[in-house]
């Protein structure tokens, strides 16, 4: 069993932190526009409401409405796993590296935009499209540079890493706007609307209900904490335990949360202080994140 204490310990911390961190980034959304806002832990309460209640599902819907929150939530966590967090070594980090983590969360995506598809819903069909279309921008922009995660780490943690060496500050900026891309964050997108001309994640939701919801929500929340763990560990790997001794992996954890904290407020201020975009501007701000990451990756041979 001792092989398999990682696994379970990194799936008890995506499972029980991503739905704080969510919590979080909407209670200080709702207070940087003097609004009172959720509680940070109101997340739990909408899970526990979700998996209590009923499903009601469309008469056209096939298997691929069911097995879409599934497909969803697992591929999220298996990703998880595939990220250092607290430790610098990820627990399935032989799986797979980078490339198996965007090929997970594509597969996620996939079923969700068939999951959309699948009731006929103009608004899920609406959604689909849109979130396919962006996709394939913003994915090429997360791939751009090494695979090896926990080598890429590890060799951040090196005496050479500086976070403004302009391959750093270029990687660093592609990655974020990545983020709020996959994450469905303004200016991208509106998680908090259900508008018509504006919804993309949003509108693949709508014929959910009940446990499907609560794993689609949970399974959300999890890619958002991958996302930011990457951001948070590859660019500023400080306190990364190097093994596996309670206190190493007690300090580890204070950093790994006081690094999605910093990351949280970033979100939040970048939300607050912008306006989402029209529909037809989103792929020039994913462009410019691809070649951004581009510009990263030649700069890293250049500047050596």
Do not use: C
Not at 113 to 129: E, I, K, N, R
């Amino acid at each position: 069993m001792k092989p398999f204490l990682p696994i379970l310990l990194q799936t008890i911390l995506l499972l029980a932190l991503a739905p704080l961190l969510s919590g979080l980034i909407k209670n200080w959304k709702a207070r940087f526009q003097n609004r009172r806002g959720p509680r940070i832990w109101q997340p739990y309460f909408d899970l526990l409401k979700f998996l209590r209640k009923d499903m009601v599902i469309s008469e056209h819907a096939s298997w691929i409405f069911s097995a879409t929150p599934y497909a969803l939530f697992l591929t999220a966590v298996a990703a998880g796993l595939m990220v250092p967090m607290v430790t610098a070594r990820a627990p399935m980090s032989l799986f797979g590296g980078a490339l198996a983590v965007v090929g997970l969360m594509a597969v996620g995506r996939f079923f969700l935009a068939l999951g959309g598809l699948d009731t006929a819903s103009a608004f899920g069909g609406m959604g689909s499209s849109r979130e396919m279309t962006l996709s394939a921008i913003a994915e090429p922009a997360i791939n751009a540079g090494s695979t090896n995660l926990s080598q890429i780490v590890l060799a951040s943690q090196g005496p050479g890493w500086k976070f403004l060496d302009p391959s750093h500050a270029l990687a660093f900026t592609a990655m974020f706007i990545v983020l709020l891309a996959e994450t469905g964050r303004i200016p991208v997108d509106n998680p908090a609307t259900h508008l018509e001309l504006t919804m993309i994640h949003e509108a693949m939701l709508l014929e959910y209900s009940g446990r499907y919801l609560a794993l689609l929500e949970w399974g959300a929340s999890v890619k958002q904490l991958v996302l930011m763990a990457l951001l948070a560990n590859i660019f500023f790997p400080v306190g990364l335990a190097a093994d596996t001794t309670p206190a190493a992996v007690g300090l580890g954890m204070v950093y790994f949360v006081a690094k999605l904290i910093v990351l949280a407020g970033a979100v939040v201020l970048v939300e607050t202080t912008n306006a989402k975009l029209r529909l037809f501007r989103v792929p020039d701000l994913l462009s410019t994140a691809f070649i951004l990451a581009s510009l990263a990756l030649v700069s890293t041979f250049l500047f050596r």
